[in-house]
T-cell receptor, first 117, second 113 residues
Framework: GAVVSQHPSRVICKSGTSVKIECRSLDFQATTMFWYRQFPKKSLMLMATSNEGSKATYEQGVEKDKFLINHASLTLSTLTVTSAHPEDSSFYIC?????????????FGSGTRLTVV | GENVEQHPSTLSVQEGDSAVIKCTYSDSASNYFPWYKQELGKGPQLIIDIRSNVGEKKDQRIAVTLNKTAKHFSLHITETQPEDSAVYFCAASIKAAGNKLTFGGGTRVLVKP
């Protein structure tokens, strides 16, 4: 079945540094990937839609210069949290949509717990 | 944009009993309604989904019903087991809106042995 690998699973960084999170579709190609943020005991909030070979589309209120998204290949999208601050601490989750497959075939990664100290 | 409301926020049931979670959506153009199970520290896992041209779908102990007129859909889990304890999310998607998923607020289910 479709598998999405997300790395790292946990990361602790110092305030002011940048952190990169990778989302890979292991056994399928994904033209579209989605990035979500989840606060403790809260729901998933869509941050941006990542399309291979083009600029990401960000949801209202999400700073595109702070959350850099790159989708350079059909199997990899990255989210870079730039100049991280403690308020960026959260659970980040990606999902991938199979290219040419079921338009509703979303597969989620296992998430990345970011802690900024 | 789409708004999805989910109730209840917490649900405690005895092992063997049934659990029902309800969601309502706002945009009548929504046409795909998945349900996800999320365990602590993990990503959501799809457990069942339904499309707007179907009223009900079953998969062993899990079933989902959809009422397009009333714009609500429900998850039914029968014969609950302790391993069913988790957070469950409903979601809705509109093809015309880039297939983005809008999630409900989640239901924390506890199955007591």
């Amino acid at each position: 079945g479709a598998v999405v690998s997300q790395h790292p699973s946990r990361v602790i960084c110092k305030s002011g540094t940048s952190v990169k999170i990778e989302c890979r579709s292991l056994d399928f190609q994904a033209t579209t990937m989605f990035w979500y943020r989840q606060f403790p005991k809260k729901s998933l909030m869509l941050m941006a839609t990542s399309n291979e070979g083009s600029k990401a589309t960000y949801e209202q209120g999400v700073e595109k210069d702070k959350f850099l998204i790159n989708h350079a290949s059909l199997t990899l999208s990255t989210l870079t949290v730039t100049s991280a601050h403690p308020e960026d601490s959260s659970f980040y989750i990606c999902s991938a949509q199979r290219t040419g497959g079921d338009l509703y075939g979303y597969t989620f990664g296992s998430g990345t717990r970011l802690t900024v100290v | 944009g789409e708004n999805v409301e989910q109730h209840p926020s917490t649900l405690s049931v005895q092992e063997g009993d049934s659990a029902v979670i309800k969601c309502t959506y706002s945009d009548s153009a929504s046409n795909y309604f998945p349900w996800y199970k999320q365990e602590l520290g993990k990503g959501p896992q799809l457990i069942i989904d339904i499309r707007s041209n179907v009223g009900e779908k079953k998969d062993q102990r899990i079933a989902v019903t959809l009422n397009k007129t009333a714009k609500h859909f429900s998850l039914h889990i029968t014969e609950t087991q302790p391993e069913d304890s988790a957070v469950y999310f409903c979601a809705a998607s509109i093809k015309a809106a880039g297939n983005k998923l809008t999630f409900g607020g989640g239901t924390r289910v506890l199955v007591k042995p």
